[in-house]
């Protein structure tokens, strides 16, 4: 099955600053790429994904790069701030199969904390 | 509006006195997952479906089922809780086709006393 790992486990950013956390996978078969961001108590929130077709997607602050030769990817957080201290998780999907699913892979997350 | 829900919010269950979790979803996607969340831990899979298709992880212990009586609604029980069972449940749901970003439930946290 898949697995997905993350790194690092804990970050620490002053204000302004940028942050990045790195994910690799197994399963070369993983075709989409989304990262959650939760934070305490709180339900994870899709804040950007990608899909295998394509290399780096940018949202405003926030981009992600993947590289599937390597089997790894990666969120880049520019110009953080102090709202964006929460738990990051990457997760890796594989597609459907016969019978149909699309199993989710969470990585272990990283927990942020911008220092205003 | 929430799309995912959850009942309840917070669950107090007794040591092996059985419980069941509840989630309902108003997207009417397929695809229905349950994960168990840890403190401080990823989302761990416990199973999930396509449809009335069940998928059981290897590794999920035969105390949790599940049932999914139609589309909105999907349940888990656990027969026996422990102590080790209080965790956060998290629901999601995912529509087919194009892969695209599971939906959570705000999660119900279950202690076992």
């Known amino acids: 099955g898949e697995n997905v790992e993350q790194h690092p486990s804990t970050l620490s950013v002053q204000e302004g600053d940028s942050a990045v956390i790195k994910c690799t996978y197994s399963?070369?078969?993983?075709?989409?790429f989304p990262w959650y961001k939760q934070e305490l108590g709180k339900r994870p929130q899709l804040i950007i994904d990608i899909r295998s077709n394509v290399g780096e997607k940018k949202d405003q602050r926030i981009a992600v790069t993947l590289n599937k030769t390597a089997k790894h990817f990666s969120l880049h957080i520019t110009e953080t701030q102090p709202e964006d201290s929460a738990v990051y998780f990457c997760a890796a999907s594989l597609p459907r199969r016969t019978g149909g699913y699309q199993k989710v892979t969470f990585g272990t997350g990283t927990k942020l904390q911008v220092i205003p | 509006d929430a799309m995912v829900i959850q009942n309840p919010r917070y669950q107090v269950t007794q040591f092996g006195k059985p419980v069941t979790l509840s989630c309902s979803q108003t997207l009417n996607h397929n695809v229905m997952y349950w994960y168990q969340q840890k403190s401080s831990q990823a989302p761990k899979l416990l199973f999930h479906?396509?449809?009335?298709?069940?998928?059981n992880e290897a590794d999920t212990p035969d105390n949790f089922q599940s049932r999914r009586p139609n589309t909105s609604f999907c349940f888990l029980d656990i027969r026996s809780p422990g102590l080790g069972d209080a965790a956060m449940y998290l629901c999601a749901t995912r529509t087919i086709g194009a892969p695209t970003e599971a939906f959570f439930g705000q999660g119900t946290r279950l202690t076992v006393v």
């Open positions: 399963d070369s078969a993983s075709n989409y």
């Open positions: 479906y396509y449809d009335k298709d069940f998928n």
